[in-house]
């Protein structure tokens, strides 16, 4: 790992709470606003972070690459950015990196909220999640619990992709189920050349791999 990679990793600012109630729980979101942090509430336990540049880096390419992904198939997308997900019943809650309904938007279409009620809203179809400074373990635990399809994971330079299976687990696909022609290395190798090439040319390059892997069936 190069020394840039390892100095804006070390600027990722990590901050843990425990033995907090839920109202105290929001009364600190409250207090936070809207500020640029990332926060993870399970059963008590609070993790607040700061991302660094790398994190919103790798993190914004995935998402592009999501989009390239939506529009050569011509899958209808909702990006649900950084909204807060909370459930009291179950105790937790959360800011994802990024989260998206892929080909069924129109169960959200024209719905504005800040923050996901689990009792009136589908769960999200894919989220991303980049690990860095910290670990995604607990919300991979929260993502099973909402059911949601598919996670993409970065961790030590590589992307996994988890599955959600009939009996409500998470498996490691070397394949995505949204998109079955995608791999996990496929991911891994355009975020590897982020260090040669811009984010415009990694996005054309991402466009032609996709063009060159689509399946016969494409929507058009």
């Known amino acids: 790992m190069s020394s840039a990679i390892s100095t804006v990793e070390q600027a990722e600012q990590r901050f843990v709470f425990h033995d907090l109630s839920w109202s105290q729980y929001e009364s600190i979101l409250a207090a936070l606003g809207n500020r640029r942090l990332r926060h993870t509430y399970v059963r008590g336990t609070l993790e607040i972070m700061s991302p660094s540049r790398h994190h919103d880096w790798v993190r914004s390419l995935l998402a592009a690459m999501v989009g390239v992904l939506c529009r050569e198939l011509n899958l209808p997308r909702l990006s649900v950015g950084s909204t807060s997900f909370q459930d009291p019943n179950w105790d937790h809650g959360f800011e ?26 589908s769960p999200p179809d894919l989220f991303i999640e980049v690990d860095i400074a910290s670990s995604s373990d607990q919300r991979l635990d929260i993502y099973r619990r909402m059911r949601v399809a598919e996670v993409w994971r970065y961790r030590h330079e590589r992307v996994r992709i988890y599955v959600l299976d009939e009996s409500g687990k ?5 394949r995505s189920r949204l998109f079955p022609f995608l791999t996990s290395a496929a991911l891994s190798d355009v975020l590897a050349s982020r260090h040669e090439s811009d984010d415009t040319q990694i996005e054309r390059d991402f466009e032609r791999w996709v063009r060159e892997h689509l399946p016969g069936d494409r929507l058009d």
Do not use: K, L
Request: no cysteine; glycine share 10%.
């Open 170 to 174: 998470f498996d490691e696909s070397d």
């Open 96 to 121: 994802a990196d990024e989260g998206f309904y892929v080909g069924r938007e129109s169960v959200v279409r024209g719905r504005e909220w800040d923050r996901f009620d689990a009792d009136r809203n």
